[in-house]
């Protein structure tokens, strides 16, 4: 069982233009949502994370679209640039116990390619 | 300051034996994380760590696959009699407890032939 679902796979961007990267999830306790980035060779770094209280959340030219009521949020990357290429994934946990939000569940991930 | 490195970056094995992948944490952190990232998909989550509390095994895929974490710091992941199936780039990561970001390493790419 899938619960956070990706999409689209793939990506392929003009330099200037706007990436956007949709995610849905099915686990209503989920309430941590972070996008990670990875380049190649490399571990995934956090990008940006939102939770439910807001609907919006941006930082420089990323931003976070987040509906509640469809389970679903995107990530939103504004004056793409050929250095933001590389492969964006969403996820989702919940509090445990002990409030820790920790086990995070990814979802498949976007290569995006933004061409000059 | 240092990220978290992991050892060996590459390792190539045969089906059947038993590997060891090293995991260094940055310094001070307490949470450790262990993920499997399989060619075309997402982050399987695997075991965590934090500080002396039992670890939660709960994606660790069958009982070839486990892990210890030596003082609270360095972590292995050991997979014995390995398969095919097992090829995939293991990811660790780590925080301060109770943090939300978590910082991967650079992964240890494992082939089985």
């Known amino acids: 069982q899938q619960q956070v679902k990706q999409s689209p796979q793939s990506l392929i961007v003009q330099k200037g233009g706007i990436s956007i990267i949709n995610c849905a999830y099915e686990?209503?306790?989920?309430?941590?949502f972070p996008w990670y980035q990875q380049f190649p060779g490399k571990g995934p770094a956090l990008l940006i994370a939102?939770?439910?209280?807001?609907s919006e959340k941006k930082e420089g030219r990323f931003t976070i679209s987040f509906n509640k009521s469809a389970k679903q949020f995107s990530l939103h990357i504004m004056d793409s640039q050929p250095g933001d290429s590389a492969t964006y994934f969403c996820?989702?946990?919940?509090?445990?116990?002990?409030?820790?939000?920790?086990?995070?569940?990814f979802g498949k991930g976007t290569l995006l390619t933004v061409n000059p | 300051g240092a990220g978290v490195s992991q050892s060996p970056s590459n390792k190539v094995t045969e089906k059947g034996k038993d590997v060891e992948l090293r995991c260094d944490p940055i310094?001070?952190?307490?949470?450790l994380y262990w993920y499997r990232q399989s060619l075309g998909q997402g982050l399987e989550f695997l075991i965590y760590?934090?500080?002396?509390?039992?670890?939660?095994k709960s994606g660790l895929p069958s009982d070839r696959f486990s892990a210890e974490r030596t003082g609270g710091s360095v972590s292995t992941l050991t997979i014995q009699r390995t398969q095919q199936e097992d090829s995939a780039v293991y990811l660790c990561?780590?925080?301060?407890?109770?943090?939300?970001?978590?910082?991967f390493g650079p992964g240890t790419r494992l082939l089985v032939l």
């Open positions: 310094s001070g952190h307490t949470a």
């Open positions: 686990n209503t306790a989920f309430d941590y």
């Open positions: 996820a989702a946990s919940m509090r445990n116990s002990g409030g820790s939000n920790y086990k995070l569940t």
């Open positions: 760590f934090q500080g002396n509390s039992a670890p939660d």
């Open positions: 990561a780590s925080n301060p407890g109770g943090g939300e970001t978590q910082y």
């Open positions: 939102i939770r439910p209280d807001v």
